[in-house]
């Protein structure tokens, strides 16, 4: 089993000769003279170290018939310096090809065992994969994956002492093995080693920096399974003083175990246990008390579990969760072990689509206990929530808390992407129907039914989705979305403070699915312009500034709209928040006009006539932020085009700033280009820009971008 010294000793041994070995045969295959003479002294010190061990061994063995080695030859040379240098070269060589032979077999057969352990770890049996990886190993004991191997074996098996061992074993043949200081963690931590564990989680850090997600995971399983242990620790220290908490949890308990009494006895019995939980050690006497089994009883179970429930089952499954949000509030632990209780997970998605409006209250406020933290967020994305949208997003519709409390959880569970995987999967089936239906609904109700608040934190969630590309690219295909979207917006009777909100999550929405490019994009630019250009005028700042940020995203995929827009007085209004100066409204206008101005000469003739001598342009080449130096320097380059345009810029400064964007250094190379371009189409229009232009020696620079301005 390698394991005592005279093992590790020899095991250290084998691994030296076999680098004796390779450093020899580079020496004698080296071009340095010095260095083949001394592999060869140093070849012949071994050979005759070989031959006089073997000779030794010989005469032991007296079953052999002793041979006479007295040398023949009469000069008394030794045999070994009469030999040719290339006869060693080839004897070394043959000796270890017959070794290289050697392994390659035995890599063989232990690649068939280990192959054969991993066929019985992946059916549960790890005595035999252990037995298998130990066979394996006998064929070749530097093999880096059998120790791992069993190591991941014995911890399945709890025998943590021989994990460590077999991932030491693995760090001798590879110092750099991620999976043996990840096993070793794992085997610390459950022996509480909690100083030995982290150590060995830092250690996979320094190793690969990827695995900062693995590592943040592992550390925080330590710090769990740690506060647990103290816990436990504090919760035995009052029991022994005899706390009058932990006696009382202990006989409630016993008492709803008891079977043969009516439901409102156990009903009772929770809601008191209820209050006995309230403090830390009281969850924890909770749990150490196998608190968590109380639907052991066939009673509680039964009620708990009923599709149609009696007024009495619907007071003990209020009563149940109450306890549940009691013993869970702040206590990550109890949290898990609750979930882990198959009856709850089942339950939770029937007691929200099925249960009583105070029962599904109560469910979403167990729930919302999880979505406080991040192990608990991750703790219900291990649920099957293929449901869970659909059930969520269904309290939409209800005009008390529940909405609120749904929407949140939702909200929290949108970031996680095993809940996002599973969005993905049930695109067709769940959320694009779902979407729709929701906006359809908010139309053809009342305004004054529609709650307003609720939808806008709906969509708000199915934008945080959208940004899982997979989901993205589905919902922006969908037709119908759109469709009920621009339904959406085409306005409400009473315009009130809750469909703002509403607008403005939908706007968001829009801006992420803008991000794709497709057909369904193409067919509805058009109208997507027109109902955004009619929201410039929107009294809601925030709903304007988004309005302008899905023109600035929709525009580039249709021509038409563009025309449209421009027809509509889109260039003035521009004009007129790029004056204003907020900074996220001028970065989607000034990527409006870029997109204009590219393919209308309308828009061009507009943006100059708007902007004398282009004191807007020009104060936005002096941006901090390079995306609206780069389109503020194309919409110059554009609208240098038409006549005059050049001539109205004498002896304002542009040259200098030109050059400066040209010739710097700025991480957008749309900036260097789009402003070499309009320094190129400003010195053609305009010849006394180019002496300007000398006298900054910026012709090298020019001369360097020429590229740009020739592809122009």
């Not at 005595?127 to 006998?138: F, H, P, V």
């Not at 002492?161 to 693995?170: F, G, P, Q, T, V």
Request: charged share 25%; hydrophobic share 40%.
């Amino acid at each position: 089993m390698l394991r005592d010294k005279d093992t590790e000793a020899d095991f250290q041994r084998f691994l030296r000769r076999v680098d004796d070995v390779t450093n020899l045969l580079q020496g004698l295959k080296s071009p340095d003279s010095a260095e083949q003479e001394k592999a060869i002294a140093e070849t012949e010190k071994r050979l005759r170290e070989q031959g006089a061990g073997r000779e030794e061994e010989e005469e032991e063995e007296e079953c052999r018939t002793t041979v006479n080695r007295t040398l023949i030859n009469p000069s008394g040379t030794p045999r070994v310096q009469a030999a040719d240098a290339d006869g060693f070269l080839a004897a070394l060589e043959k000796d270890a090809k017959e070794r290289a032979q050697r392994r390659r077999r035995n890599e063989k057969l232990a690649n068939a065992l280990k192959e054969q352990g991993n066929e019985a770890f992946r059916a549960g049996d790890f005595a035999l994969a252990i037995q298998r990886y130990s066979e394996g190993l006998e064929k070749l004991r530097d093999k880096q994956e059998l120790y791992t191997n069993r190591a991941q074996a014995y911890l399945k098996l709890h025998e943590f002492e021989k994990a460590i061992s077999d991932c030491e074993w693995a760090l001798k043949c590879n110092k750099n093995c991620l999976k043996a200081y990840f096993l070793m963690g794992k085997a610390h931590l459950a022996l509480q080693h909690f100083s030995e564990c982290r150590q060995c989680y830092e250690k996979m850090l320094q190793i690969d920096p990827q695995k900062e997600n693995l590592f943040k995971e592992c550390v925080e399983e330590a710090r769990l399974e740690e506060q647990r242990l103290r816990e436990e620790q504090r919760a035995q220290r009052e029991l022994q003083a005899g706390s009058v908490a932990a006696l009382s949890i202990q006989e409630l308990l016993q008492s709803i175990s008891s079977p043969g009494h009516d439901l409102p006895y156990y009903t009772g019995a929770i809601s008191l246990l209820a209050g006995a939980v309230t403090t830390c050690s009281g969850q924890t006497f909770f749990r150490t008390n196998n608190g968590f089994s109380i639907l052991s009883s066939e009673a509680v179970r039964g009620a708990f579990c009923a599709e149609s429930k009696s007024p009495a089952e619907e007071e003990l499954c209020v009563s149940l969760l109450l306890l549940w949000q009691a013993a869970c509030a702040g206590n990550e632990e109890n949290q898990r072990v609750l979930l882990a209780q198959p009856e709850v997970g089942a339950q939770l998605p029937e007691l929200l689509s099925r249960g009583t409006a105070q029962i599904q209250r109560e469910t979403l406020a167990l729930i919302s206990l999880y979505c406080e933290h991040e192990g608990g967020r991750r703790l219900l994305a291990r649920q099957d929530l293929s449901r869970w949208l659909q059930i969520l997003m269904a309290f939409v519709k209800c005009a008390d808390a529940r909405a609120e409390s749904a929407m949140n959880i939702l909200s929290d569970l949108s970031g996680e992407e095993r809940f996002q995987a599973q969005c993905r999967a049930t695109f067709s089936t769940a959320v694009s129907p779902l979407f729709t239906q929701l906006l359809v609904c908010a139309r053809q109700v009342s305004a004054r039914q529609v709650p307003w608040a609720a939808l806008a934190r709906a969509l708000a969630v199915l934008g945080r989705l959208c940004a899982d590309v997979g989901l993205r690219a589905q919902l922006a295909q969908s037709r119908e979305c759109w469709q009920a979207g621009l339904e959406l917006l085409a306005g409400c009777p009473d315009a009130s403070p809750g469909y703002q909100r509403c607008v403005f999550a939908l706007l968001g929405l829009m801006m992420n699915l803008l991000l794709e490019s497709n057909g369904t994009i193409q067919d509805f630019a058009v109208p997507i312009s027109a109902r955004c250009l009619a929201l410039l005028s929107h009294q809601d700042g925030r709903i304007v500034t988004r309005a302008t940020g899905v023109l600035s995203r929709v525009l580039p995929a249709s021509p038409s709209a563009v025309q449209e827009v421009v027809r509509a007085g889109v260039v003035k209004k521009m004009l007129k928040f790029l004056k204003a100066g907020g900074q996220l409204t001028s970065s989607y206008a000034i990527k409006t006009l870029s997109v204009c101005t590219k393919s209308s000469r309308r828009a061009q003739e507009e943006l100059l006539k708007g902007d004398k001598r282009f004191q807007v342009l020009l104060g936005l080449l002096h941006s901090p932020d390079e995306l609206t130096v780069g389109n503020a320097a194309f919409c110059l380059s554009q609208c240098l085009l038409l006549p005059g345009a050049a001539s109205s810029l004498l002896g304002s400064g542009v040259v200098q700033l030109l050059l400066r964007h040209a010739g710097g250094d700025a991480a957008r190379s749309s900036v260097q280009q789009n402003s070499a371009i309009a320094l190129g189409r400003l010195c053609v229009a305009e010849p006394r820009h180019m002496q300007q232009l000398r006298k900054l020696n910026g012709l090298a620079i020019l001369n360097s971008c020429m590229k740009y301005v020739q592809s122009s």
